[in-house]
T-cell receptor, first 116, second 115 residues
Framework: AQTVTQSQPEMSVQEAETVTLSCTYDTSENNYYLFWYKQPPSRQMILVIRQEAYKQQNATENRFSVNFQKAAKSFSLKISDSQLGDTAMYFCAFMKLYNAGNMLTFGGGTRLMVKP | KAGVTQTPRYLIKTRGQQVTLSCSPISGHRSVSWYQQTPGQGLQFLFEYFSETQRNKGNFPGRFSGRQFSNSRSEMNVSTLELGDSALYLC??????????????FGPGTRLTVT
């Protein structure tokens, strides 16, 4: 079974600064996807970024980027130029690539507060 | 495109009753997954449906069941409700195949309270 660990229950950052959220995972699989999801106070879960394990290049989406270290089983999210709207719970998630099927295993989440 | 929709958004039920939650996926998405979110257990996978067949199932008792219709809409049912079933139930849909394969897009959730 896979496990995903987010060791920072809460973090805060000043508006316009950069923050990095940590995630580690445990798996014996070689092919998988990793995701970061954001859940603002409205509760709607939003996909932030995706990383395929077979890709060495780190994924980026505008102000969001990841540092994927496959050997270390680490997958951190960097948010640049933090904005008030980035305030949310952030979940790291793992998906094993079966021949068929989608199933996400989530970490416990990190609550990020962006301060003005 | 319209996003994933879930109905109802809020529900209050009594212990012992049963409940049915509904999910309409994004148009063209044929995979629908369900998750339970609680403060104590976090986000846990319930099951996934594709082409009206259950493809994956999480570690939940048989009181939790689901189905998918030919238009990809899905329902989940919880019978003999317990207080511990109080949770936010999230539905997610995804394409099958293509560049966005395996990306799951979530609905707003159904908040179930069992009293």
């Amino acid at each position: 079974a896979q496990t995903v660990t987010q060791s920072q229950p809460e973090m805060s950052v000043q508006e316009a600064e950069t923050v990095t959220l940590s995630c580690t995972y445990d798996t014996s699989e070689n092919n998988y996807y990793l995701f970061w999801y954001k859940q603002p106070p409205s509760r709607q879960m939003i996909l932030v970024i995706r990383q395929e394990a077979y890709k060495q290049q780190n994924a980026t989406e505008n102000r969001f980027s990841v540092n994927f270290q496959k050997a270390a089983k680490s997958f951190s999210l960097k948010i640049s130029d933090s904005q008030l709207g980035d305030t949310a719970m952030y979940f790291c998630a793992f998906m094993k690539l079966y021949n068929a099927g989608n199933m996400l295993t989530f970490g416990g989440g990190t609550r990020l507060m962006v301060k003005p | 495109k319209a996003g994933v929709t879930q109905t109802p958004r809020y529900l209050i039920k009594t212990r012992g009753q049963q409940v049915t939650l509904s999910c309409s996926p994004i148009s063209g998405h044929r995979s629908v997954s369900w998750y339970q979110q609680t403060p104590g257990q976090g986000l846990q996978f319930l099951f996934e449906y594709f082409s009206e067949t259950q493809r994956n199932k999480g570690n939940f008792p048989g009181r939790f069941s689901g189905r998918q219709f030919s238009n990809s809409r899905s329902e989940m049912n919880v019978s003999t409700l317990e207080l511990g079933d109080s949770a936010l139930y999230l539905c997610a849909s995804s394409l099958v195949g293509g560049d966005r394969d395996h990306e799951q897009y979530f609905g707003p959730g159904t908040r179930l309270t069992v009293t």
